[in-house]
């Protein structure tokens, strides 16, 4: 049957918490309604990546890109579009309300994009593997298991130059050859979906969709180290993607492709789900297989490494889901295409979650090389509000931020460590003018603070001491021999923890104590927060010539402490201040003013 | 009362005797039982050892060091504030202490009605449409704090 259009609806968690499967459902019982059913194809996709402007609906052929839509736009869609073939203008993209309407490849913020990881997001219905198939699906696989020795699949995969992209950047093809050549009969495969850094959703996005890359990617690793089983280890906090991974597992196993026998090549294969419980350690390689035996996620020292002695004593193999779906690509399209793309040590894409004061929030895929610049102010549109860039911080709390003078930096593993950051798992967070980088850095230590399992002493105890001090500067009660402390505690705690946790964990502070040293010392020396975010910092004065003496603010007061006569200047009682800013926001007229 | 003297599903029962075989199901079957009844019980904890041998300070140990396990009953309705790193830069502390004024009560506490207890999550991976803030399975994105009263409201009559 040909369908005359295809309507694609994102199925990512942005849109679909902004209600794209009522989208969903109401296409689907419109075009019934109007009598096309027959006409109209409606998939539920994965993420475009376009978030910010969700929920997506994209129309082919006719590649009608609209966004922001609703679920009573639905009947517009069909009735107009399916029905007369003409575009729902209102809802076409524009990047302002005066430009021109686009279409998606036609977006400046896609177009320096370059797809593999999420070639099939937003293209095809992840709980569909005969649309996985269609776009070139399990042929990867295929020449894995039928045209290839397993050491040839590990050359190419070292040949491609591929690297972990959870974060440490280590070849992928040398871990897979370590864990062939350890000695033993059963070995595994691991799927790290354990994506616990706040800011990042590439891993969640990939699997939403498109699941079956990942399945496929794990079983060629079997078949190229030697194992029989894979685990796939997600967190329980992503339930759609659990979902569309039990789908894809078991049309899988329908087709031949995951079970005994996968083929007919002689070759066995299984992969089991288990359920993360909310621990950023189990991130950690060696956390996360105690995770898996069942047991409290801490981590042991290295080596021996996983690829020696992993889960259960076991050889295994540890792959993270952005590394995984780039597997099937290299193996099909060859080493050397893939080693063309990106930098000299860095190749091919990396996927990043564009966050924060941006304008376009969303999901980007760029080749190594592509400078901060690039992303921030062409794919991301630039700062939100017209206000000021501020720094953008790489790999969460492992990780620093950069400053304006760096972005015109390539990105690859080495550029961003060398810069002080590092790449991390993707998450991207722009920050402004509005964002005290003391405060963040308290953020992300209470963070740490939080999730060190306790094992060891340097990261139970150091982020513990670094997040004392952190806060008593936010109070406005620090010294300046606090910074020196900050310093030396950061310092031993990087050389001295047991796990990369700790290794990094003091890193974001480590950095804004390099770039901002000034606003350190503004809160220690002035007691001042440039940007407000201090509460215990902030004094709230209302400037008297903007003061009209509306009397707005005083009765927005709950304590009150503002006074002042009608049609005359208001005065606040800072002694009384509770520091609430609601005479802030209530003011019309911009007269209250933070200091 | 005795030790682990609760009810389990039937369902509930055949996933822990498949799962205490399998080595390593201990994390899964903790999960299984937080399904059933919202939060891991004392008792269930304790049935759970009986059954699968495994002892219970070691079931304690496993439960205390995950922050997704809960050891207390939360409210009817789960509300969870997102901490990610973009919701946080964009207000979502304000909303969290919001939440916390309009139904009046502490971190880990469930108000008295029984109706709502607050919880604060990592990245709920819709950093697009920050801040956000999830009721059961409803997710609220691009919030303000004068949003939440409504919110809350619709779901004391449900």
Redesign the interface.
Known sequence: MAYKNFILVCGGTGCESSRSDEIYKSLISEAEALGVSHDVQVVKTGCFGFCEQGPIVKVLPSESFYVKVKPEDAHEIIAEQVIKGREVSRLLYRKDKKAETAKLEGIESYQKQFRIVLRNCGVINPESIDEYIVRDGYRALEKALFEMTPEEVIAEVKASGLRGRGGAGFPTGLKWEAARKSPGDIKYIVCNADEGDPGAYMDRSTIEGDPHSILEAMVIAGRAVGANFGYIYIRAEYPLAIERLKIAIQQAKNYGLLGKDILGSGFDFDIEIRLGAGAFVCGEETALLQSIEGKRGMPRPKPPFPAVKGLWGKPTVINNVETLANVPVILTRGAKWFASIGTDKSKGTKVFALTGKINNSGLIEVPMGTTLREIIFDIGGGIRNGKKFKGVQTGGPSGGIIVEKDLDTQISYESLTALGSMMGSGGMIVMDEDDCVVDVSKFYMAFCVDESCGKCAPCRIGTKQMYGLLDKITKGQGEEADLVKLEQIGKAMTKASLCMLGGSAANPTLATLRHFRDEYLEHIRDKKCRAGKCKDLVVYEIDPIKCIGCGLCARHCPVPCITGEKKKPHVIDGSKCIKCGECFVACKFGAVVKR | MIAGDIEFSDELQSYIDEWSKK??????M??RIQNEFGYVPRAAAEKLSLISGIPLAKIY??IT?????KTTKPGKHRISVC????C??KGSQELLEEIRSILSIEPDEVTDDGLFSVDE??????????P?IMIDD????KLTKEQLPDIIAKYRSL
């Open positions: 080595e390593g199901g201990l994390v899964m903790l999960h140990g496993v060091f995950y922050h997704f396990f901490m990610g790193t973009a946080y830069l999550v990592r990245c709920l991976g819709c950093c697009g449409l920050a956000v409803e997710v609220y994105g």
